[in-house]
């Protein structure tokens, strides 16, 4: 796999786990559907990657980059409260038998990434979906606002 | 007024109308309001600033960096039907008395703004404020994504 700090001497330093999440954002928008990383849908809980599909479908992806990430996250089922369908993304190499039924599952690199099981769609009571379509709306606008216009602070902001 | 091609030199160029825009942008934000800009609500149409509230407040502000600028829009009363507050945003020098009544005012620079006159409330229909909201999240998730990750295109998505 290329090294990108050969590639784009100005990018980003990523995490494993980031990388996974740019390879699910960029997969996912060829679906239509638009992602941000790292929401915080309620206090102690940040989701890696939340996607809004084109009918408003809200979907969450966990980004696991080896076993000891996996096994030492305890709050996954948390996050079945904050999305229509859940899904691990791991790379080719995680041992994927340790995840549980029920769950989605996609296999990722920091390019690309390919949906193998679909999350089972347990839908959103309708004033919890509003209120995430809001959070994620927020959340966009204030990273796509530090962007465009680097003498804005988010601290405040989140 | 210091010349931002001075102080940021990897600063974008922004044209008039975009400079009076970051400065509505970041005023807004000190009111708990998120931004974007240059969002498409329906074919043809295309506003300066659409602005989200706390409490799913949808605020349009059109940016008029002159007298011609503003007397070549014939399109504004369109942008009424998508928000729920309509306001101008002019400079200080801007011939205030051209703008019709009933319609908010901001005065702006590149680097901050004011409100002096609010727009009075035609508030968005359920439906429609659903759209709106969805837009509204889509067009910030997109540039979000593009600034986080430079090997997205967004030309197929807008």
Same mark, same amino acid.
């Given at each position: 796999?290329?090294?990108?700090?050969?590639?784009?001497?100005?990018?980003?330093?990523?995490? &494993?786990?980031?990388? *996974?999440? +740019?390879?699910?954002? +960029?997969?996912? $928008?060829?679906?239509?559907?638009?992602?941000?990383?790292?929401?915080?849908p309620?206090?102690?809980?940040?989701v890696d990657v939340m996607a809004? %599909? &084109?009918? %408003?479908?809200i979907w969450v992806v966990e980004?696991?980059?080896?076993?000891?990430?996996?096994?030492?996250?305890?709050?996954?089922? @948390?996050y079945l409260?904050w999305c229509?369908r859940f899904f691990?993304?791991?790379?080719?190499?995680?041992?994927?038998? *340790?995840? &549980?039924?029920?769950?989605?599952?996609?296999?990722?690199? @920091?390019?690309?990434?390919?949906?193998?099981?679909? %999350?089972?769609?347990?839908?959103?009571?309708?004033?919890?979906?509003?209120?995430?379509?809001?959070?994620?709306?927020?959340?966009?606008?204030? +990273?796509?606002?530090?962007?465009?216009? &680097? %003498?804005?602070? $988010?601290?405040?902001?989140?």
């Amino acid at each position: 796999m290329p090294d990108d700090s050969l590639l784009l001497p100005d990018a980003p330093v990523l995490t &494993p786990g980031q990388r *996974l999440a +740019r390879g699910v954002c +960029r997969h996912l $928008l060829g679906h239509d559907f638009v992602t941000v990383e790292e929401l915080v849908p309620t206090p102690g809980l940040r989701v890696d990657v939340m996607a809004l %599909g &084109p009918k %408003g479908e809200i979907w969450v992806v966990e980004c696991k980059s080896s076993r000891v990430d996996y096994t030492s996250d305890r709050k996954w089922q @948390g996050y079945l409260d904050w999305c229509d369908r859940f899904f691990w993304a791991v790379d080719e190499a995680f041992p994927t038998d *340790l995840l &549980p039924e029920g769950t989605g599952l996609i296999i990722a690199d @920091g390019y690309d990434a390919e949906i193998l099981r679909m %999350g089972p769609e347990t839908r959103l009571a309708g004033a919890r979906r509003k209120v995430m379509l809001q959070k994620f709306a927020r959340h966009a606008a204030l +990273r796509a606002q530090a962007a465009r216009d &680097p %003498g804005v602070s $988010l601290s405040a902001w989140g």
